[in-house]
């Protein structure tokens, strides 16, 4: 009982009190920060790129394709790609995904995720998600078990993973979708009551990834529905989650 103790106190605490605001460790890959510097040769950096996010002619970053590898960094010699540890990165529109030079973390945030109020509503105070591994690698779906531990507790917000979609108010999707989960993502998706929202989770959700050009991927399913809001992150952190949905669903207005 007494080692138990110590080791309780050796730990120190371990509850994020404030999460919209918790701190990210330094080493951390997020928001992207692009440079165009003149002269620089950043056609290796193109190169280096395993899921083809980055383009020049404008310089930019797709982060709905960017595994955050740092790939490119590595091969720029003329620090024109650099990665913040900024993790709030969610939006409601694919294309606002795409970061291009000068573009900093703050302007980011301010237009990136649309407040619906059809959305604040209905689900400010209580959203439960089922959470659906489309032919997941198991990174993003550790990370979102996580959101729910003692660590980040995102329960306290109302927000809860499901069992059953009929008792869900949207899915969350991981991973690039196979063929094989394909009628299942679907069925899933059909079974939760409406209204109901839909996640995609990860770059592999987002893209495919760097399963993008697989011949088993059928990703239909994202041509078929609407898509509420897209996280990205490779795999997605735990503060990246839990911040973009409440950004989602709570109105910072009221």
Do not use: W
């Amino acid at each position: 009982m007494l080692d138990t103790l110590k080791s309780r106190i050796y730990q120190g605490q371990q509850f994020i009190k404030d999460i919209p605001n918790a701190p990210m460790r330094e080493q951390f890959r997020g928001f992207p920060i692009l440079k165009n510097i003149e002269g620089a040769d950043l056609q290796k950096c193109v190169d280096a790129c395993p899921t083809g996010a980055l383009k020049l002619n404008p310089l930019s970053i797709d982060m709905g394709k960017c595994t955050f590898c740092g790939a490119c960094k590595n091969a720029d010699q003329s620090n024109s790609i650099d990665f913040s540890n900024y993790y709030k990165l969610a939006s409601t529109s694919r294309e606002k995904l795409i970061i291009t030079e000068g573009m900093t973390p703050e302007e980011y945030e301010k237009t990136a995720v649309e407040v619906r109020k059809e959305i604040t509503s209905v689900f400010s105070k209580s959203l439960k998600l089922r959470q659906v591994s489309a032919a997941g690698c198991n990174g993003c779906e550790m990370e979102l078990n996580a959101c729910s531990n003692c660590n980040f507790d995102m329960g306290r917000f109302g927000i809860d993973f499901v069992a059953s979609p009929r008792h869900a108010d949207g899915i969350v999707i991981t991973g690039p979708i196979s063929k094989n989960m394909a009628y299942a993502l679907e069925d899933c998706y059909k079974s939760v009551p409406d209204p109901k929202i839909v996640v995609l989770c990860g770059t592999c959700a987002i893209s495919g990834g760097i399963y993008q050009d697989a011949e088993e991927i059928n990703r239909e399913f994202l041509e078929k529905y609407s898509i509420d809001l897209y996280i990205p992150g490779c795999p997605v952190h735990p503060l990246t989650f839990i911040n973009s949905v409440l950004s989602f669903i709570k109105d910072k207005k009221r």
